[in-house]
């Protein structure tokens, strides 16, 4: 074998092991690159189980907002179904009901959402643009025509 053919052997095998450690990388990851999941992906769907930590998105339903000093609660739909949710904190200037909003925390045993981060984005149209394009086929899209 000449040194050329040995050199190309070498650099086939590296080829070959880098590409089944990215094949390992990407099954490994495959269910947990998401940035969030809708509340009937975790009722419906059980994306999530008790105790997991996960990120949730939607749209605080009107009327649901309840505070008692730190402790605030309220239900994230996605048009289908709510998830009720508990913080303990302070939430953004941004939070209101009718808007949307990224949660992260666990689901706890009894289907209630414990969020320990509440986000929102700087501008006050916010709204997930996966959820958008949900509410836009359901016909129950009230905001503007694009995601921001």
Known sequence: MTRKQKRLMGIGGIGLVLLFAAALVATALRDEI??????????????ASPGQ??????????????????????????????????????LPDLFREGQGVIAE??????????????????????IPKELQELLK?????QGGETAQ
């Open 34 to 47: 998401v940035f969030f999941h809708f509340p009937t992906d975790i009722i419906v769907h059980k994306k």
């Open 53 to 90: 930590r996960v990120r949730i998105g939607g749209v605080v339903e009107a009327g649901s907002v309840s505070a008692e000093g730190a402790n605030v609660s309220f239900s994230v739909t996605d048009g289908d179904n709510v998830l009720p949710v508990e913080f303990v904190g302070i």
């Open 137 to 141: 086929k359901k016909d129950v899209w």
């Open 105 to 126: 925390g666990a689901l706890h045993v009894d289907g209630h959402f414990d969020a320990d981060k509440v986000l929102a984005k700087h501008d006050e149209n916010y």
